[in-house]
T-cell receptor, first 115, second 115 residues
Framework: GESVGLHLPTLSVQEGDNSIINCAYS??????FIWYKQESGKGPQFIID?????DKRQGQRVTVLLNKTVKHLSLQIAATQPGDSAVYFC??????????????FGGGTRVLVKP | EAGVAQSPRYKIIEKRQSVAFWCNPI?????LYWYQQILGQGPKLLIQ????????DSQLPKDRFSAERLKGVDSTLKIQPAKLEDSAVYLC?????????????FGPGTRLTVL
């Protein structure tokens, strides 16, 4: 299949290990932060989100941490599996009363899971 | 529940030609987005519709790009004339409302190559 991105930062992880993907954001007015997974030839798929007044949220095998002091977001994937191989994007959402919501995506990280 | 549908999946044209992409959002989703994703980058919002009205088109290159959503359901994005730098994946997404944050669901995208 086609590659989502050829020059992205890459994280290589052994199957079964934990993965940590980091993201820096810029807008202090962002009210939600979202992690997306994108496989080759597909659109981004929602993984988990976190509201700006929280610092941690857990899902199935995933945890998102938010540090507003340093404007940093991370995604932790527990027991990484081959199906987790993809490009991961963080996105920040800003809500406007008149103009709705606007998502701004970061640059993405490629995760390669080694068997 | 059917996802966001897009067509065509791939398109190859020569520069200065015209091209159009079609999107059918998830049934009942009032808000529709078009994104441009250049290889190796995160998606960038081009235009956002609420029903058949434009909410945000601030990043749409209006000299060559146009989009419409006449009946508040399907949408088309057109490029006329295309330039080499328009080569990208064009993603359509939809969500249930615009007044607060709601998950955006993405289609598979249309990969455009301009020669």
């Amino acid at each position: 299949g086609e590659s989502v991105g050829l020059h992205l930062p890459t994280l290589s992880v052994q199957e079964g290990d934990n993965s940590i993907i980091n993201c820096a954001y810029s807008n202090s007015a962002s009210d939600y932060f979202i992690w997306y997974k994108q496989e080759s030839g597909k659109g981004p798929q929602f993984i988990i989100d976190i509201r700006s007044n929280m610092d941690k949220r857990q899902g199935q095998r995933v945890t998102v941490l938010l540090n507003k002091t340093v404007k940093h977001l991370s995604l932790q994937i527990a027991a990484t599996q081959p199906g987790d191989s993809a490009v991961y994007f963080c996105a920040e959402n800003v809500s406007f009363k008149a103009a709705g919501n606007k998502l701004t995506f970061g640059g993405g990280t490629r995760v390669l899971v080694k068997p | 529940e059917a996802g966001v549908a897009q067509s065509p999946r791939y398109k190859i044209i020569e520069k200065r030609q015209s091209v159009a992409f079609w999107c059918n959002p998830i049934s009942g989703h009032a808000t529709l987005y078009w994104y441009q994703q250049i290889l190796g980058q995160g998606p960038k919002l081009l235009i956002q519709f609420q029903n058949n009205g434009v909410v945000d088109d601030s990043q749409l290159p209006k000299d060559r790009f146009s989009a419409e959503r006449l009946k508040g359901v399907d949408s088309t994005l057109k490029i006329q004339p295309a330039k080499l730098e328009d080569s990208a994946v064009y993603l359509c997404a939809s969500s249930t409302e615009r007044s607060s944050y709601n998950e955006q669901f993405f289609g598979p995208g249309t990969r455009l190559t301009v020669l």
